[in-house]
Structures are given as structure tokens and as C-alpha cells.
């Protein structure tokens, strides 16, 4: 069923949790704590300040600063003060960050003291900018700006339709786009998403080392903990050793949200042997998550991991796996209430048969507005109300979806259709092997066959010969890959995704065989 009544306004769902448990914990992180009372005051002041700083209505206001407190007071402030958040990867090459930050144009900067120098060499004196951890001439002391009351009041527009974040694509198949989300659109999925499958609530304390500049923390490790009224305690990065400790430790945790990489290093970290821990649930969201994965952390921790499937320009959840009723491993589950989705052959535009293959549609409340300042983009994927996610899968006889890869990913050899996800399936099985991904290189007379690039487990080493047969044994002859490379990592975005073009740098026509 769908939880409607969190989709209200920012600073009603802030001063409803501050009047009902005013002492309670809303967010933690390493250096400070805030509860619901200290919340809905410092984000009324910062959107004030912003305001007094010349932030006008629809500006937009970029955040560069790793995981903490400060990251999800300033999500909430700047729609509370009518602009967009536009939450940056901080570790984003400089380039890139002035790309985006010239891209968005934003009007104010809120950063940290860890990359106040790099955002100082990227933004010119028209841009405000506010410092968080410290001081510098001409800046604004984020410290200072919660301390006392603006000159200004807070807008807290009850518009809920305006686009309220702004968050830039990964980049994995092309320069980032700015993805337009309202707060309707973003509160849908937690209506539809987090409140009633994951069952998200007051009593939950999260444990989450999501980056928050990306939609699924956003959306679960932000939204969905102010609208449900739930706790959270923010990591400034993952580290499978931390995190267990944190498990096994005093404080209570009972949700661990992550993506599909990170469940696996927690598996190797933990062995037979996982800390004692209060978790209910645990949720995986960003890439696709290996059957064997799935399976093992559920009989190592004891806990259920619920796979979803997301994406930026649907306020990220689009099918999710419910705690209850059939299961299947291997697949991201069913369409959230209220969300229409196709499967549409891409040869012939038709629905794809059932059990057959084809690209995803999604029609619902949760689809973007669209790209930013990109009318040609936006046309090309928002169709008559769909949005063509580029994403292949196929759906069961009860409606249970497996995503299969992506249109563009498709290796084609010899005229034989290859997907990625399936053969980095069956190399996650193969002895040794932590980590895998599967892109295509050129071949003068199939077009493409398939390279693999693994990582080895911890203390293991990579037979490639081992690993070949081992994929004989579970792919058809031409999913089969041609060559495998041992490397010390995957390179991946901050949601799991695998960067195939770094890869694909990797490989030279000089180095084809048959």
C-alpha cells in the first residue's frame, strides 16, 4: 500500500517529528549529532541565510563536501529556502567539477574544509560560498550560520512540483546530465518504497555508508529517514571492517542499506563468523546484485537482503523485492504501487512476449522532469510519459523483473546478443575471483568478443585457464570470454555501477585474436 501522507512539504514533516520527539536523533555522523529540534531549526536558519546570500528561487546551490551531518541539513535546507540542491561527487576529478558547477550554474557553493581549495580555484566572486569546519576570507562559516537567526525567512514553498534536487548521471556512457527531481517526485518512492516494503519507521536506526551525492542515498539515507521519522548514523566511507564493528558494537542498528560490491566485501571481511548484531534488514540498491551474493550474506548474517532496482531519473526505485511471499534470487522483484513499466523489444518498438526480452519503460509519479538545460536529451528519453531506461530485462510468469544489462553495453559477436551481467554472473562463481566485469573488444571478423577483468580474493591467485572452464561449464560457447585479465580493481561510480569505458581504455586493436 501506498504511505501518501509522508508526501508533504519539507518543513512540515521537520517540525511534525520536532514537536512529537524533540530530543530523539535524526542524524549522526563521526563529529556531531543532530536531533529533530536542533534539525528543524538549522535548516529554517541555513535556508534563510541562503536566502540573505542573493539565493533566489530556482537557483541552484551545489554541495561539495564528503559524508556527514552537514550533507543532509543542507539536502533539506536549500528546498526550504524554494532553490535546487545539486549534491556533487566530491571526488570527482577537478574538471569534472567544473563542468558540472559551470553546467548547473550555481549561485552558492556549500563545502568543506577538505575541498575548500579545490572549490576555491573552481568558482569564480559571484558564487557564495559557505565552509563547513572552518573559516576563510569572503566565505560564509556554515558553524556561524546555524548559530543565530537570519535576517530572512525561510520560503518553505508548498509547491511540491518544482524541481527541488538536481543530481548529475554517472557518466558511465557519456559527459554527466543534471537529472531534475521534485520533492513529490522523491517522497513518492519513499511512499511507495521505503515506508511500506522495507517498513522504514521511528524505531530504525540506519547504518549507512552511502555517498550521499547520489540519488539512492538521497532518496532512502536522507528523505525517507526525515518522512518516516526514523534515526541514522552516517560512515564517511565504506569499510567492511568498520562496519562490522559497528554491528557487533553497543549502539543498536537495525538497517544496513548498500550496493551489491559492498555486500560482498562485508561477506569476505566476515567470513563464517559475523558479529552478533540487532539488523532486521538489510537493502541493496545501484547495480545488480549476484544471486550467490544474495544468498550467502542471508545465510551468513541471518537477515534478509532485499534487492531493488533504481535509477536517477525515477527518483531511483523502480522494482523492489517485498520481505514477504515468493522470492526469487537473481531478481530485483516487482514494480513499485502506482508505477506502470513496459518491457519494449527495441527492434520492433512492440511489447517484448512473455518471459522475452526487452528495454524498460517506466511511467509513474517518480519519473524526472527532466535532463537540465537538455531539451534534445530529455525528448529522446521521455516518450508520451515513458521514460526509456536503456536498461534490458525480462520479467517471470508473476511479474518478478531480472535486469539483464544495458542496450549499450550489448556485446554483439559473430551476430550473437552477449550481455555483460550474465557472463559476470558466472564469473563471480569462478575459484578466486572477488570482482569481475565483461566488456567487448573489437575483432576484425565477429565485430566483438567478450574480455573479462577480475580481481582475485583475498590470498588468491588467478588460474585464467580455471576461469575460462569454469564459464564453459555455465555459458554458451560465444557468451564464453576470450581473455582474462587479472586487475586490483573494478573501477566503479559511487552507486556500484561498472565504469566499462575505463576498461575499455585497457584494450588496443593490436591485441585481438580470434
Keep these: 500500500m501506498l504511505r501518501t501522507e509522508v508526501i508533504r512539504p519539507l518543513h512540515a514533516l521537520l517540525e511534525g517529528h520536532a514537536a512529537a520527539r524533540p530530543a530523539d536523533v535524526a542524524f549522526t555522523d563521526d563529529v556531531r549529532s543532530v536531533t529533530w529540534a536542533e534539525l528543524a531549526t538549522s535548516t529554517r536558519r541555513l535556508a534563510g541565510h541562503l536566502v540573505a546570500l542573493g539565493v533566489a528561487p530556482g537557483d541552484r546551490v551545489a554541495m561539495v563536501m564528503g559524508n556527514a551531518v552537514e550533507v543532509a541539513e543542507t539536502y533539506l535546507a536549500v528546498p526550504r529556502a524554494a532553490a535546487i540542491a545539486v549534491c556533487l561527487n566530491p571526488d570527482a576529478a577537478a574538471a569534472e567539477l567544473e563542468y558540472m558547477l559551470a553546467d548547473s550554474g550555481a549561485r552558492a557553493v556549500v563545502t568543506d574544509a577538505a575541498h575548500a581549495d579545490l572549490v576555491a580555484g573552481l568558482v569564480g566572486p559571484d558564487v557564495a560560498v559557505v565552509l563547513v569546519g572552518g573559516t576563510r576570507p569572503g566565505w560564509a562559516s556554515y558553524a556561524d550560520l546555524l548559530a543565530r537567526e537570519p535576517g530572512v525567512v525561510a520560503p518553505d514553498?508548498?509547491?511540491?512540483?518544482?524541481?527541488?534536487?538536481?543530481?548529475?548521471?554517472?557518466?558511465?556512457?557519456?559527459?554527466?546530465?543534471?537529472?531534475?527531481?521534485?520533492?513529490?517526485?522523491?517522497?513518492?518512492?519513499?511512499?511507495?518504497?521505503?515506508?511500506?516494503?522495507?517498513?522504514?519507521?521511528?524505531?530504525?536506526?540506519?547504518?549507512?555508508?552511502?555517498?550521499?551525492?547520489?540519488?539512492?542515498?538521497?532518496?532512502?539515507?536522507?528523505?525517507?529517514?526525515?518522512?518516516?521519522?526514523?534515526?541514522?548514523?552516517?560512515?564517511?566511507?565504506?569499510?567492511?571492517?568498520?562496519?562490522?564493528?559497528?554491528?557487533?558494537?553497543?549502539?543498536?542498528?537495525t538497517v544496513l542499506p548498500g550496493v551489491p560490491?559492498?555486500?560482498?566485501?562485508?561477506?569476505?571481511?566476515?567470513?563464517?563468523?559475523?558479529?552478533?548484531?540487532?539488523?532486521?534488514?538489510?537493502?541493496?540498491?545501484?547495480?545488480?546484485?549476484?544471486?550467490?551474493?544474495?544468498?550467502?550474506?542471508?545465510?551468513v548474517f541471518g537477515v534478509q537482503l532485499l534487492d531493488g532496482y533504481g535509477i536517477t531519473e525515477t527518483s531511483t526505485m523502480v522494482v523492489m523485492n517485498w520481505p514477504h511471499g515468493t522470492r526469487p534470487y537473481g531478481s530485483c522483484g516487482l514494480p513499485l504501487p502506482g508505477l506502470a513499466v513496459r518491457?519494449?523489444?527495441?527492434?520492433?518498438?512492440?511489447?517484448?512476449?512473455?518471459?522475452?526480452?526487452?528495454?524498460?519503460?517506466?511511467?509513474?509519479?517518480?519519473?524526472?522532469?527532466?535532463?537540465?538545460?537538455?531539451?534534445?536529451?530529455?525528448?529522446?528519453?521521455?516518450?508520451?510519459?515513458?521514460?526509456?531506461?536503456?536498461?534490458?530485462?525480462?520479467?517471470?510468469?508473476?511479474?518478478?523483473?531480472?535486469?539483464?544489462g544495458r542496450t549499450k553495453e550489448m556485446i554483439i559477436r559473430g551476430g550473437e546478443n552477449i550481455y555483460p551481467a550474465e557472463v559476470e554472473n558466472a564469473l563471480l562463481d569462478a575459484p578466486g575471483v572477488a570482482d569481475a566485469a565483461v566488456v567487448g573488444r573489437a575483432?576484425?571478423?565477429?565485430?566483438?568478443?567478450?574480455?573479462?577483468?577480475?580481481?582475485?580474493?583475498?590470498?588468491?591467485?588467478?588460474?585464467?585457464?580455471?576461469?575460462?572452464?569454469?564459464?564453459?561449464?555455465?555459458?554458451?560457447?560465444?557468451?564464453?570470454?576470450?581473455?582474462?585479465?587479472?586487475?586490483?580493481?573494478?573501477?566503479?561510480?559511487?552507486?556500484?555501477?561498472?565504469k566499462r569505458f575505463e576498461l575499455a581504455r585497457l584494450l588496443t586493436d593490436a591485441e585481438v585474436t580470434a
Aim: proline share 9%.
Design 443 to 498: 575483432h576484425p571478423d565477429l565485430g566483438e568478443v567478450p574480455v573479462a577483468f577480475v580481481v582475485p580474493g583475498s590470498g588468491a591467485e588467478i588460474d585464467p585457464e580455471v576461469v575460462t572452464a569454469h564459464c564453459r561449464e555455465r555459458l554458451t560457447w560465444f557468451k564464453v570470454p576470450t581473455d582474462v585479465r587479472t586487475v586490483d580493481v573494478i573501477p566503479r561510480t559511487g552507486s556500484g555501477k561498472i
Design 343 to 404: 518491457l519494449v523489444d527495441p527492434a520492433t518498438g512492440t511489447d517484448a512476449p512473455p518471459g522475452g526480452e526487452g528495454e524498460l519503460w517506466v511511467r509513474g509519479p517518480s519519473v524526472m522532469r527532466g535532463y537540465w538545460n537538455k531539451p534534445e536529451q530529455t525528448a529522446s528519453v521521455l516518450v508520451d510519459g515513458w521514460y526509456r531506461t536503456g536498461d534490458l530485462a525480462r520479467a517471470d510468469a508473476d511479474g518478478y523483473l531480472t535486469i539483464s
Design 261 to 299: 560490491t559492498g555486500f560482498s566485501y562485508l561477506l569476505q571481511a566476515a567470513g563464517d563468523r559475523p558479529p552478533a548484531h540487532r539488523l532486521r534488514l538489510a537493502v541493496s540498491a545501484g547495480a545488480i546484485l549476484p544471486a550467490a551474493v544474495d544468498e550467502a550474506f542471508e545465510r
Design 157 to 253: 514553498p508548498a509547491d511540491l512540483d518544482v524541481t527541488a534536487y538536481m543530481l548529475y548521471t554517472s557518466g558511465t556512457t557519456g559527459r554527466p546530465k543534471g537529472v531534475e527531481l521534485s520533492l513529490r517526485s522523491c517522497l513518492w518512492v519513499v511512499a511507495a518504497c521505503w515506508a511500506p516494503i522495507v517498513g522504514l519507521g521511528p524505531d530504525d536506526v540506519v547504518l549507512s555508508a552511502l555517498p550521499l551525492f547520489h540519488s539512492y542515498a538521497l532518496d532512502m539515507c536522507v528523505l525517507a529517514v526525515v518522512a518516516t521519522g526514523a534515526s541514522e548514523r552516517i560512515l564517511p566511507r565504506f569499510s567492511p571492517t568498520r562496519i562490522l564493528e559497528m554491528l557487533g558494537g553497543p549502539d543498536r542498528y
